[in-house]
């Protein structure tokens, strides 16, 4: 007779969601930099690390994440690269679904062109 073996269940720990979200975001170009998660409100419910606040409910995973853009980039479009980006990671790389992925733009980075303040 066959049988039907349960294969188990996989977990996959919040610090692997954040290095996820943040290396994706990252490889986007007109990124420069995550910026710092202003406050730490709720700290008990959602999961933060420099760059990404992220919140898991029912395998939906929200994501609120704070960039420094390059100064010549169009910022719209490269904030919907960033969520299109994470959105893709998130399915693919640990099959769970995107919810909102929200993109802080904190700071414009403009290159001095190798001149330095006196």
């Not at 986007?28 to 709720?42: E, I, K, T």
């Not at 998130?90 to 700071?107: A, K, Q, Y």
Request: aromatic content about 2%; hydrophobic content about 40%.
């Amino acid at each position: 007779m066959n049988e039907q073996v349960t294969p188990g269940k996989t977990t996959i720990a919040p610090e692997v969601l954040l290095a996820i979200v943040r290396l994706e975001t990252l490889k986007v170009p007109g990124v420069h930099s995550l910026a710092p998660v202003p406050g730490a409100v709720n700290r008990f419910l959602r999961r933060s690390e420099p760059g990404v606040r992220l919140q898991v409910h029912d395998d939906v995973v929200d994501a609120d994440i704070y960039v420094v853009l390059d100064g010549h980039t169009n910022l719209r479009q490269v904030s919907r690269e960033v969520q299109k980006a994470v959105a893709q990671a998130l399915e693919h790389m640990v099959g769970m679904t995107p919810g909102r992925i929200n993109v802080h733009i904190e700071d414009l980075h403009y290159p001095n062109n190798g001149e330095d303040a006196a």
